[in-house]
Every structure is written in structure tokens, then in C-alpha cells.
């Protein structure tokens, strides 16, 4: 055991294998369906919930499909260099550490 009482949960999950895929915040896109083909989710709410990862997946996809150039990359601080191999896609962009969707937004 490398950590203390401080983070509980690792108790229960340590021997997860995918610790992020079990995360509460993404419960919903994990759980939703398999509780309404349990008859537990009444109709308009699984109706909002699949508009809702409609969304998710459109502005996934715009993500992908963006290109955000590298000296937009060293002009905001988040590159020393131009890096080699032309644009970064946006939301490889979004994944890098203190970048916000509304900064990938404005490059």
C-alpha cells in the first residue's frame, strides 16, 4: 500500500484495473444504460441522457477534427518548441496539463 487513509477509495478499487474508467463523474456514460434496460431509468430520462452523449460525441468529434498549428501551441505557452509532425489535434491539445476547453476554443 503506497498511500494513507487520505484516498479510501483506493481500498475498494486497488484492484481495479482501469481506475479512471471507474470514476464517479463519468458514472452516468457507464451506468445509464444498463440501469434502463433494468427498467430503472423512467423514459424522458433516458431520452435526455442520450441527447446529452449526443453532444458529447458531436463535440468529440470537432475535437478530433480540429487542428490546432504549433506556433499557436508556443505562442500560448503550452510547447518550448514547434513540435515536428504539423498540428496537434485539439483534443490531444485538451488533454495536456492546465489547458481549459475555452483556451483550445480561442486558438
Same mark, same amino acid.
Given at each position: 500500500?503506497?498511500?494513507?487513509?487520505?484516498?479510501?477509495?483506493?481500498?475498494?478499487?486497488?484492484?481495479?484495473?482501469?481506475?479512471?474508467?471507474?470514476?464517479? @463523474?463519468?458514472? @452516468?456514460?457507464?451506468?445509464?444504460?444498463?440501469? *434502463?434496460?433494468?427498467?430503472?431509468?423512467?423514459?424522458?430520462?433516458?431520452?435526455?441522457?442520450? *441527447?446529452?452523449?449526443?453532444?458529447?460525441?458531436?463535440?468529440?468529434? *470537432?475535437?478530433?477534427?480540429?487542428?490546432?498549428? &504549433?506556433?499557436?501551441?508556443?505562442?500560448?505557452?503550452?510547447?518550448?518548441?514547434?513540435?515536428? &509532425? &504539423?498540428?496537434?489535434? *485539439?483534443?490531444?491539445?485538451?488533454?495536456?496539463? &492546465?489547458?481549459?476547453?475555452?483556451?483550445?476554443?480561442?486558438?
Amino acid at each position: 500500500v503506497s498511500r494513507g487513509t487520505l484516498e479510501p477509495y483506493r481500498m475498494f478499487t486497488s484492484r481495479a484495473e482501469h481506475r479512471l474508467l471507474l470514476r464517479a @463523474d463519468n458514472a @452516468d456514460a457507464r451506468l445509464t444504460r444498463i440501469a *434502463a434496460r433494468a427498467g430503472l431509468v423512467p423514459k424522458t430520462k433516458l431520452e435526455a441522457w442520450e *441527447a446529452k452523449q449526443a453532444l458529447v460525441e458531436r463535440g468529440m468529434a *470537432a475535437l478530433a477534427a480540429a487542428a490546432v498549428p &504549433g506556433r499557436v501551441l508556443l505562442r500560448a505557452g503550452l510547447v518550448e518548441t514547434i513540435p515536428a &509532425g &504539423g498540428p496537434r489535434r *485539439a483534443d490531444r491539445v485538451l488533454a495536456m496539463p &492546465g489547458v481549459t476547453l475555452e483556451a483550445v476554443e480561442r486558438m
